[in-house]
Each structure stands twice: as C-alpha cells, then as structure tokens.
C-alpha cells in the first residue's frame, strides 16, 4: 500500500510539474460515428437508388465540453428538456415537426462545430449500383472506408471511434461489432495495425446520451440528402462543406466525402456527384488516391456517370 501511495504521489508531483513548466501532452481525438439512409422514393436524383451512408465527426479533446455546453445553451434557448436528443428527423419528442425549431438546431450544431474546428467524414453508398454484392458486404466496406478517412484526417494525432449503437436487432449488431473489432486487430489494406492511430476497437453507445454523436447524426443525414439531391438539405450545404475533411488540394472527394461505387469501378463511380453538389463551393476536381497525382481530375470527369447532368429534373446518366 505504501508503494502504490508513493506512486501516487510521484505521479501527482509530475503533473503539477508539466502545468507548471507549460509542457503539452498529446491532443487526443474523438470519432463520433452514425449511419443514415434513404430509400429510393425518397432519392429525387435520377439513376441513384436507395443510399446508405457511415458519418464521423472529429472532435479534439479540447473541443468535447465547449461542445455541451453549447448544446446545453441551444436547449436552454428553445425551451426544451435538457435531455433533448437533437437529430436530423427527430420521430418523436420536442422537436417533432417543429421546422422552425429544428432548423435553428441544426444550423447552430454545425457553426459551433465549425468554430471549434471539427472535422467530419462521410461514405455514401448507392447499393443499386453495386450488383452482386451483399448489404453485409456493402456495410463492412463502407466501414472500412471510414476507418480509414478518420485515420488518415488524425494525421500524426490519436483518437478513439465511438459509434451510436447499431439498429437491426441483435444479430446485426453482433455482426457489426464483429466488423469494427476485425479492424483493430487487422486494419485495412491502407491501415495497418502496427502503424494505426485509432487506439481502441469502435465503442458503441447511445446516441440520447451523448451530445457528440447527435451531431454525427446530422452530418451524416444531411450529407445523404445532398446527394440524394433532396431540397430539404440545401441550406446545410455550405456548413457541411466546411465541416467535411479536406485534401492537400483542398477537396473533400475522397477525404471528407467517400462514394460507392468508387473510382474502382469506373463508369459507375459517383464521384462526379461531388462536383454537382458542392463545384458552387470550389469542389471541381479529385485527386485520384491510386495515382496520387498532384494536378488530379477535373469534374464533371466524362469517364464517370453523372458528366453531363445531375440527374435532376434530367434523363437518366447511367
């Protein structure tokens, strides 16, 4: 007992020892993960389909309380209980069918993660596109994807992934958990163990108890709507840009925002989609990952659907 109390209080005394001499200890992240998705008869964009989409949002540790108290202050201001679960479409509570509120939340979530820097990471997936492939293969990959793009946004940094608890019964969560565990103990063809960044296998939680995962909610649900072309999401466009990751180029394509099918699959590759939802921001071209190439690719590419139009209120691309 005496060993254990001197430890103590040598670790104690080497705290106050870095306070005291201004020493930094390692910035921590934190990747707050959910999942959004949209059927096809909600899906206006022609020759989509149904989208399915994995969100993060980065937060350093720094950022974690400023963030509540904020949110506890917007809960505050629109008079609801303060343990209102904000979310993009909310099926119940205070907020329900409350546009004008729910817009306030929303708009207010994503400046106060701008101004504290976040960053966010979103896979959408068109499964429609992706014949002969499983809805549990299209998941692992999609995961993957996002295991990998929070990875590469930590840069030099570490962080620990925290999911929302996976919906679908049972089965599907054991079967998710199964995917998210296979990544720490044998990364992705990009990420290998020895050299990964995120510490811990995905945590999973509720998302009404924490406020960060709320907000990934939000980014991964309207990021979805973008590009499902959905009007409804387009006074979030701006912010949402800002918010998604960026490249050395300054593109989210690829980084920020991963699609399904990819430029792996040629033809049928959606990156042109960046493009149509955000070129009005900037977004005009792709560094290609497998030739990292320093001047990348203009869009709309002629090589991928989607060159000529958007798919709204057009003819079918494909």
């Known amino acids: 007992m005496a060993e254990l109390r001197s430890t103590g209080a040598e670790l104690y005394q080497s705290l106050n020892l870095i306070h005291a001499v201004g020493l930094r200890l390692p910035t921590m992240y934190f990747a707050f993960m959910d999942d959004s998705s949209r059927k096809r008869k909600d899906v206006p964009r022609e020759g989509l389909g149904a989208l399915h989409a994995y969100g993060a949002v980065i937060f350093s540790q720094e950022s974690l309380q400023p963030y509540r108290e904020q949110l506890a202050r917007l809960r505050q201001e629109l008079g609801v209980p303060a343990g209102t679960e904000f979310k993009w479409s909310p099926d119940g509570g205070p907020l329900h069918k409350k546009w004008t509120d729910l817009h306030t939340a929303r708009v207010r979530m994503l400046e106060v993660a701008i101004e504290l820097e976040v960053r966010a990471c979103v896979v959408v997936c068109a499964p429609e596109l992706m014949p002969g492939w499983s809805e549990t293969d299209l998941k692992s990959e999609m995961l993957e994807y996002l295991y990998e793009r929070v990875t590469y946004t930590l840069g030099e940094g570490k962080g620990i992934m925290i999911a929302d608890q996976p919906g679908g019964g049972r089965p599907d969560e054991t079967r998710w958990l199964a ?45 979805t709507a973008l590009i499902a072309g959905a009007p409804a999401a387009t006074p979030y466009k701006e912010l949402i840009y800002k918010l998604l990751a960026k490249n050395y180029r300054g593109y989210v394509g690829g980084t920020g925002l991963k699609f399904i099918p990819s430029a792996t699959y040629n033809s049928r590759a959606l990156i042109n989609l960046a493009y149509w939802v955000f070129g009005s921001l900037g977004e005009d071209g792709y560094v290609l990952p497998e030739t990292a190439s320093s001047m990348g690719t203009g869009l709309p590419h002629l090589g991928w659907i989607f060159a000529s139009n958007s798919g709204l209120d057009a003819p079918n691309p494909n």
Not at 196 to 223: E, F, G, Y
């Open 179 to 223: 995917d998210a565990l296979a990544l720490d103990t044998d990364g992705t063809q990009y990420v290998k163990p020895a050299d990964k960044h995120i510490l811990l296998p995905i945590i999973t939680t509720r998302s009404d108890h924490v406020d960060h995962l709320q907000l990934a909610d939000l980014v991964a649900a309207a990021t």
